[in-house]
């Protein structure tokens, strides 16, 4: 094989909307690129998993992969997880070279996809100077990725709302509802709330519950299998082919 393949390595989840929204995800990068291999697999709780799919690539000659983390920030699973799965792997098949691709974010293409999703949900550019935004993400107790979601906050902020704050559905405060409630006690208007999330589950399903427990006026889809998104992996896919020092070969 001439290429490298595409590996997307999701999180996965018990929830079956989980691994249909990563799956219409990579579809879509597959409509991107024709010509590109790309593959599924899950770190958990889903079929198939990161060291099946490289024996099964392994053994039908691929010499080449570019391991992809379907992450939004470089927190626990990028940083330990995925590295001694993919480590463990070329242990195993050591003809097989494999390097690790970034995390997404940050990226002005989640930031588009934030925005396509608030469009879709009703939210109209000359709302924006009335209208609070909780950016609502799954939530971590790694300083990298806490840091990152606080400056992605900030930047919205310029972008023409009124206000703009971060929320957790794990591991860190505020709740989704509290910040709908704070923004709501500081006299703004109207209130939407942005899930910082790939793919339904049970955490952005805690996201959703806060939004509509608290009133928020607008709740947006996850970031799914927008076409902003599929772009975006190709671009960490591209990244990683021409970087020198993510590889995990000799």
Request: hydrophobic share 45%.
């Amino acid at each position: 094989m001439t290429h490298p393949t595409l590996l997307v390595i999701a999180h996965g989840s018990r929830d079956p909307r989980h691994a249909a929204t990563v799956h219409a995800l990579t579809e879509r990068v597959r409509a991107e690129r024709p010509g590109l291999r790309v593959e599924t697999a899950f770190l958990e709780f889903n079929a198939p998993s990161v060291p099946r799919v490289l024996e099964r690539l392994a053994a039908h000659g691929a010499d080449e992969v570019v391991a992809l983390p379907l992450l939004l920030t470089r927190a626990f699973h990028a940083k330990t997880d995925i590295p001694s799965v993919l480590r463990e792997a070329r242990a195993r098949l050591p003809r097989l070279r494999v390097r690790q691709a970034d995390v997404l974010g940050p990226s002005p293409l989640l930031n588009a996809t934030l925005e396509r999703r608030l469009r879709e949900a009703g939210v109209r550019p000359g709302d924006l100077p009335r209208t609070g935004l909780v950016l609502a993400s799954a939530g971590s107790s790694d300083p990298e990725a806490i840091a990152v979601i606080a400056e992605i906050a900030r930047e919205l902020r310029h972008t023409g709302w009124c206000a703009v704050r971060p929320a957790f559905a794990s591991a860190l405060l505020p709740r989704t509802e509290d910040a709908v409630r704070a923004l709501r006690a500081e006299g703004v208007e109207r209130v939407a709330v942005a899930p910082y999330v790939i793919a339904p589950g049970r955490l952005p399903d805690r996201i959703a519950a806060g939004a509509r427990a608290a009133g928020a006026d607008v709740l947006a889809d996850v970031l799914g299998p927008a076409p902003e998104l599929a772009r975006l992996l190709l671009d960490r896919f591209d990244e990683a082919r021409v970087t020198v020092g993510t590889s995990l070969s000799a």
